[in-house]
């Protein structure tokens, strides 16, 4: 006697409709995903390749309480500070997993800089892809509220004398390329203290230690009664009502630097992306979604950042940021490593 | 300032309301303290999901006072087992363990409770009243002052070498080599890392204090039936006279306990310092101030209580960077920076007058943690104390696997574990052949930090050496560091001259009477 329940070809695709039309009247679940749910199955893993506590993570944990809720999973993040990112990228590349679970949250400017100078054992953009920007943050130039520095045009004047010491979160970093393009373009110089990090950068030129500070704008606005922000290294100045009308440096001084912003991104290992292009659509699709979410904004506004840096951007545009960079980098190479 | 006595009293209401979760927090603050390898941060990090779903006070209190447990905790097994459980207790282990080896291991941690709590409660309280001005060391402490703070760290390496010079010193530049692998401070070029990406971000502290203590000590157990030798047996079973001598030793140590917490809170203000360097300058203080240098790191009172009032001072100090100027001043901080902006809370001098609640209700909830702390702990250093009656055949294989967690917890890198098995082996040679292991770790936790702040303060000097002399304040910590060397040494040969005279004087009575 035969054992197996049999059942009907019929009845099985009655069934599997019956379940697949169930699935699609989930709440909130779109049909044609609701049918094809087999990704994500399981929560994410993201490295930041900076420390705990900075921009990076204040900014993917407001978009991950938009973001999870799109795609039903949570995010689980790891600390990889060091060597100018270059262990989290490491880490990421050789030794997670490819598989659309382990994500990186980087910050490409100055980390495509390292990638530019370090030449590490990892191939850009054939080993990850970033595909979802999150915000543009200008490089700028600022001071503390009581610096005798009243404008560029008074840093510029002084440095063509005396060198001037500017804190820098890293040598290899866009507001750093920025200083030294400056220098070269009005005879002026400015000696680069790295400090290994927004926040010891901030104490820096609190305490006096430096002159003046170069980073990406968004930290020093949440630090405004603290910092007077004297220019910015952009074609515009977006945050022009609350810097107090700062002019871009181009504009100040009729230079062409480029712009040299800051920008995080979302990256996935390319091997997974080119494997599972409908998995990776809806990672790009779901991310979109929840930067353009209110629940993102408003979790971002809490931290105290301007909300007028969140500008999305999909791969095409990150991978031309991305190799932007390098390009930039490659111009000012001596001296952002230790070549000179 | 933003509050009145009616606010004070409502912020100590909240506080005692909160008792319900400052006690689950501060057990297990100083279970995670006292094992090896696990951390305040890295538990933290592990319960955010939970302390976000928590309101604002009751998140800062939980997370505040397991933060300050662990520095208690990481005290224990530095005294019982020569282990400390976080880079904080290193010094303890100098003068906690000695004790516990001649029997004394439950007045040791007496010494430990009473001056953790009393630190940290003084500089929690302190700190409430003093956070204007204690907002302004981080002004004056900058590159070229911590070079010399650093100097003040190192300098123990020489104390502790005081008993054999050439393998003192050895010990100590070995842990420089080691703590210069990773990246150069400037260019983020990898230096001496062999290729290991896991060794890019320099020597981790947590693998080689591991490696150094726990598991070279626990190879050293095996050699022996019970931790403490046989003739310390019958002292080390419990008794409350030990607690009762403890708490008298509490006493007699008062001042030292208060002013190594405050240095403690001073270092612990300054952005990137921490308990390592408070508990290790609090250390070569005492001694240095002492009338009896030559009795540190053979079970002295003193070389208990001030590593332990430091690196609990440490707990507050940390916390004013965050909230006067909006910077966090460590990594535990900055986890609970992550709460406090998920919660919309504004950083920096505006929470004062926009949130006073939350700005000093951190500090109340400290408060009560250390009283809940002192009151929950001190009767339990009986039985705690027990532990060393244990043999070592059961100790042995738990510290081991308890300790190889706690490498790989914290980076969660397999080759964390591989490391701490590598300082495991170089651990237990340098204490066959009488190097130092402190030594080694005091040159791996402040030789990186030395040298950052160094070529920092080269680099704003373009070079010049003399920015290293060039501020007030850090000319009187130069001409403190040069004190620090002398006056031990001084009043070392004063005692030998002393010693000689009282040797040499019945002789010399004896040949002076006239016939």
């Known amino acids: 006697m035969d054992h197996t329940t049999r059942i009907s070809r019929r009845a099985l695709c009655g069934g599997m409709a019956a379940a697949g039309l169930l699935a699609g009247f989930t709440p909130g679940l779109p049909l044609s995903r609701a049918v094809a749910q087999s990704y994500p199955q399981r929560n994410f893993r993201v490295i930041i390749p900076t420390g705990q506590g900075g921009g990076a993570e204040r900014l993917a944990r407001a978009f991950d309480d938009a973001w999870s809720k799109l795609l039903n999973q949570q995010f689980e993040y790891t600390f990889h500070p060091g060597a100018a990112g ?38 850009f953009p054939e080993d990850f892809v970033y595909f979802s920007r999150t915000d543009i943050d200008d490089s700028c130039i600022f001071v503390r509220t009581d610096s005798p520095y009243k404008d560029l045009k008074s840093v510029v004047e002084a ?34 203290i ?61 230079t062409s630097i480029p712009d040299l912003y800051s920008s995080r991104a979302w990256a996935v290992h390319a091997a997974w992306a080119d494997a599972n292009p409908e998995d990776f659509a809806l990672l790009e699709r779901t991310s979109q979604e929840a930067h353009a979410s209110e629940a993102f904004r408003d979790a971002f506004v809490k931290t105290g950042a301007p909300v007028e840096s969140l500008k999305y951007g999909n791969r095409q545009v990150c991978t031309e940021y991305a190799m932007a960079m390098l390009d930039l980098a490659k111009r000012y190479e001596p001296v952002l490593s230790a070549q000179r | 300032m933003g509050w009145d006595s009616a606010l004070l009293l409502s912020l100590a209401v909240d506080a005692v309301m909160l008792t319900w979760v400052v006690v689950p927090a501060v057990l297990l603050g100083i279970l995670v303290g006292a094992i090896p390898g696990f951390s305040a941060q890295n538990t933290l990090i592990i319960l955010l999901p939970l302390t976000l779903a928590m309101d604002i006070n009751t998140a800062l209190a939980f997370m505040v006072s397991l933060y300050c447990a662990t520095h208690l905790g990481g005290g224990i097994p530095a005294i019982l087992v020569n282990m400390p459980g976080t880079g904080g207790a290193a010094a303890t282990t100098l003068d906690g363990y000695q004790m516990t080896l001649k029997g004394r291991a439950q007045q040791a941690l007496v010494l430990c409770f009473v001056a953790s709590t009393v630190g940290g409660l003084v500089t929690s309280i302190a700190t409430v009243a003093l956070l ?72 981790p502290l947590v693998p080689a204090l591991i490696g150094l203590f726990a598991i070279s000590e626990a190879f050293s157990m095996m050699e022996r039936s019970t931790i403490v030798p046989r003739s310390a047996v019958v002292d080390s079973r419990a008794h409350w006279a030990d607690t009762i001598e403890g708490l008298r030793l509490s006493l007699k140590y008062w001042w030292l306990t208060i002013w190594t917490s405050f240095v403690g809170l001073l270092i612990g203000v300054v952005p990137g310092a921490g308990a390592s360097i ?99 702990i001190l009767p339990l250093a009986r039985y705690m104390s027990q532990v060393v009656l244990i043999p070592t055949r059961i100790l042995v294989p738990l510290i081991l696997s308890l300790t190889i967690v706690g490498a790989f917890a914290n980076r969660e890198y397999v080759f964390d574990m591989g490391l701490a098995l590598v300082f495991g082996v170089i651990g237990y040679i340098a204490r066959k052949t009488n190097y130092h292991v402190t030594a080694i770790l005091i040159g791996i936790i402040l030789g990186p930090l030395f040298e950052q702040y160094l070529l920092r303060s080269l680099r704003i000097g373009q070079g010049d050496l003399t920015i290293l002399f060039s501020s007030t304040t850090g000319n009187v910590l130069w001409a403190f560091v040069v004190l620090s060397v002398l006056l031990p040494w001084l009043r070392s040969r004063q005692q030998e001259r002393q010693r000689r005279i009282e040797r040499e004087t019945p002789s010399a009575l004896t040949g002076d009477q006239p016939r």
């Open chain 1, 86 to 123: 270059q262990i989290g990228y490491e880490l990421f590349v050789k030794q997670r997993e490819a598989d659309g679970y382990n994500l990186l949250f980087g910050n490409m400017g100055p980390e495509m800089i390292m990638y530019a100078v370090q030449k590490p054992d990892y191939r």
């Open chain 1, 159 to 192: 440095a063509k004398k005396n060198p001037v010491n500017v804190a820098v979160s890293r040598i290899p970093h866009p507001a750093s390329i920025g200083m030294l393009a400056l220098g070269e373009a009005t005879g002026s110089t400015y000696n680069l």
């Open chain 1, 194 to 254: 790295p400090y290994g990090g927004g926040n010891p950068t901030y104490v820096a030129v609190m305490n006096g230690e430096a002159d003046i500070g170069a980073l990406p704008i968004t930290g020093v606005l949440s630090l405004s009664s603290q910092f007077r922000v004297l220019g910015v290294f952009n074609r515009e100045n977006i945050f022009a009502d609350i810097t107090g009308n700062a002019p871009t440096v181009n504009a100040a001084f009729g």
């Open chain 2, 132 to 203: 204007p001005f204690l907002a302004q060391v981080g002004m004056y402490l900058r590159s070229v002052e911590m070079v010399a703070v650093m100097v003040f760290g190192l300098v123990l390496i020489a104390a502790i070498a005081a008993d054999d010079p050439l393998k003192g010193i050895i010990a100590g530049f070995f842990g420089l080599m080691i703590g210069a692998i990773g990246t150069d401070h400037i260019y983020g070029t990898p230096r001496a890392a062999f290729g290991f990406l896991e060794l890019y971000d320099g020597v």
């Open chain 2, 278 to 376: 408070a508990s290790f300058v609090a250390y070569q203080q005492a001694r240095m101030f002492s009338k009896t240098p030559d009795e540190f790191g053979k079970g002295f009172a003193p070389g208990v209580v001030a590593p332990e009032s430091a690196n609990n001072g440490v707990t507050s100090g940390t916390l004013v960077p965050l909230m006067a100027i909006g910077v966090p001043g460590g990594s535990t901080a900055a986890v609970m920076m992550v709460v406090l902006q998920y919660h919309g809370i504004v950083l920096g001098p505006r929470l004062f007058i926009e949130s006073p609640d939350i700005a000093y209700g951190i500090f109340f909830s400290m408060t009560l943690s250390y009283i809940v702390m002192l009151f929950t």
